[in-house]
């Protein structure tokens, strides 16, 4: 990984992309969202403050653990003049974030016995394939016959 110089304050987007292991891509995706800023030169270059190194790590640290960016631009505006989190930050947030991720642990081990069970067969069936129709919508909107539709009308069989 390409060392940045302690003197040098500024960071060209090439040099962000080299330090922080983000694509280009990536963190003009993430100036877009509002996640990082950058300032223009007179010759309309971008440059990065040397802090937003760290902003970038937190942003790609989040993501790896599943959080979603609306949540990650959140938490950094919530941030004193949107400084960049510090490490006491990191903790506070990554410690709220656990709970989410256990749960998204919690659903994905659910999904994966549900996907056991379709592995060979490709019904997708409505009546009987839990992935294809995980909250049985029509079984719970009505109890009896789902060869009917709601206006009482006929429907195909499955
Ligand atoms: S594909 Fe048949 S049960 Fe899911």
Same mark, same amino acid.
């Given at each position: ?26 963190? $003009? ?62 903790? $506070? ?66």
């Amino acid at each position: 990984m390409q060392r940045i110089p302690e003197k040098i304050h500024e960071l060209t987007v090439g040099q962000l992309s080299a330090r922080s292991g983000a694509a280009v891509s990536a963190l $003009h995706f993430y100036e877009s969202k509002g996640l990082i800023h950058s300032r223009r030169t007179p010759g309309n270059q971008r440059r990065f403050s040397r802090d937003t190194l760290r902003r970038v790590a937190f942003i790609r640290a989040a993501q790896r653990v599943g959080i979603p960016l609306a949540t990650i631009r959140a938490a950094l505006a919530e941030l004193p003049e949107e400084r960049t989190p510090t490490r006491d930050d990191w903790a $506070h947030l990554s410690e709220t974030w656990r709970s989410e991720l256990d749960e998204r642990i919690r659903q994905l081990n659910r999904l994966r016995d549900h996907l056991t069970d379709c592995i060979g067969c490709g019904c997708l069936s409505l009546d009987s394939c839990v992935l294809s129709n995980p909250d049985d919508v029509a079984g719970e909107r009505r109890a009896g016959s789902r060869l009917m539709t709601e206006n009482g009308g006929q429907t195909e069989a499955h």
